[in-house]
């Protein structure tokens, strides 16, 4: 479709920053990734996916390092080698996360504290890492991907994942009330987006005002507006990106 698949030529928005990103290899966090070197920002890049971040770092020129977000050690390492070799940090992006599908009853334990540890612990892990070089750039940035089910968590048997993301989208608010006026933080809340996440999720396109699913690039267009000065007068703010889903 032609209004998804035509970039803007770039216009280095975001020449000067640095920025790092996670769940990079896949999806929108690659579609990010992709986006904002061609906005000519220095990007740090994390995933547990080694083999797709090394071959984005080839085409962007990023900086890329294996980390799985729950694992402390890891996060701090891959922040602080980023930071040194990009001479700083001011934006983050949080794309890493995981779906999960099943019933209350279907769903174990050990799963529902998998969801949670990923998608929330995970992105308050990376967060608090990046915060002391973000704290030394007055206007740095941070988002998080939260989801259609942090605003309506109405999709049947993914209560686990609605959780996680309705915690996501507290998270963010709560960041954004800490650190401002310094840092701004907001969240992005995609509806069905075509990623390998949810390939084998198709959904019903009517409950989409548009009509249809979105796609990683509109997505990261609007982290792009989010983590530039065109949004200056916005944090704590929730956009659903989502076809119309969440009001449809
Ligand atoms: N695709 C959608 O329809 C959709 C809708 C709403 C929200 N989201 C959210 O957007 C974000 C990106 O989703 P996507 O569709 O691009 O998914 P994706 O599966 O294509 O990409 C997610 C990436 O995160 C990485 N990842 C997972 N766990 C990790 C960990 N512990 N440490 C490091 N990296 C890890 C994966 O390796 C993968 O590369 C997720 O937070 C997801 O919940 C997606």
Redesign the pocket.
């Known amino acids: 479709m032609a209004h998804t698949q035509t970039t803007p030529p770039p216009a280095n928005r975001l020449q000067g920053r640095r920025i790092v990103i996670?769940?990079?290899?896949?999806?929108?966090?690659?579609a990010t990734a992709e986006l904002f070197a061609a906005e000519g920002a220095a990007l740090t890049l994390?995933?547990?996916?080694n083999e797709?971040l090394q071959q984005l770092a080839r085409t962007t020129g990023a900086f890329a390092f294996e980390?799985?977000?729950?694992d402390e050690a890891s996060v701090e390492r891959a922040v602080q080698q980023g930071a040194a070799a990009m001479g700083g940090i001011d934006g983050v992006v949080?794309?890493?996360?995981?779906?999960l599908r099943g019933s209350v009853l279907e769903v174990g334990l050990k799963e529902w504290r998998r969801v949670l540890d990923?998608?929330i612990t995970?992105t308050y892990l990376v967060v608090r890492c990046c915060l002391p070089w973000l704290k030394q750039v007055p206007g740095s940035t941070i988002v998080n991907?939260?989801?259609?089910?942090s605003l309506l968590p109405n999709a049947p048997n993914r209560t686990a994942?609605a959780t996680s993301?309705g915690g996501?989208l507290n998270l963010t608010r709560a960041l954004a009330a800490e650190l401002a006026p310094d840092i701004r933080a907001n969240t992005v809340?995609?509806?069905?987006?075509?990623?390998?996440?949810?390939e084998e999720i198709r959904g019903n396109v009517n409950n989409y005002a548009l009509r249809r699913?979105?796609q990683?690039l509109e997505?990261a267009r609007s982290i792009l507006f989010l983590t530039t000065s065109e949004s200056s007068y916005v944090t704590g703010a929730a956009l659903a990106v989502d076809g119309g889903r969440s009001f449809h």
């Open positions: 996670t769940g990079a290899a896949s999806g929108i966090g690659r994390m995933d547990l996916n797709g980390a799985d977000i729950t949080n794309a890493a996360g995981v779906l990923i998608n995970g991907l939260g989801s259609a089910q994942y993301k996501v809340c995609p509806g069905l987006v075509e990623t390998p996440m949810t699913l979105g990683p997505v």
